[in-house]
């Protein structure tokens, strides 16, 4: 059974830091790519960070760009979001996404494979 695991979400002030991990199990193969969204209540999940895992290239959505880094550990089949500098409109449930696609895993029409979802708390 392929399975998403999220772990790594808590609260935390604005202008801290989180490093969000999702363990990724049952895959035959580590998929093409995988990525990060997030959903607030009310509002349409988000594509936050995804990585093409063959080739190591990634993409940002503007709202993070320079303050959060997509990586992966392909020998502990893991993906990682290092996030910096938070503030309030972090605050969210981060998903862990992955797919067969060839493309950055950004589009949450083209994922395959969700995670349940870690919570990231910020406050003032």
């Known amino acids: 059974e392929v399975q998403l695991v999220e772990s790594g979400g808590g609260s935390v002030q604005a202008g801290g830091s989180l490093r969000l991990s999702c363990a990724a199990a049952?895959?035959?193969?580590?998929?093409?790519?995988m990525g990060w969204f997030r959903q607030v209540p009310g509002k349409a999940r988000e594509g936050v960070a995804g990585?093409?895992?063959?080739?190591?290239?990634?993409y940002y959505a503007d709202s993070v760009k320079g303050r959060f880094t997509i990586s992966q550990d392909n020998a502990k089949n893991t993906l990682y979001l290092e996030m910096n500098s938070l503030s309030l409109e972090d605050t969210a449930t981060y998903y862990c996404?992955?797919?067969?696609?060839?493309?950055?895993?950004?589009?949450?029409?083209?994922?395959?494979?969700w995670g349940k979802g870690t919570l990231v708390t910020i406050s003032s």
């Open positions: 049952g895959f035959t193969s580590i998929p093409p790519c």
């Open positions: 996404a992955a797919a067969w696609s060839s493309s950055y895993c950004s589009n949450y029409y083209s994922i395959q494979y």
């Open positions: 990585i093409r895992t063959q080739f190591g290239s990634t």
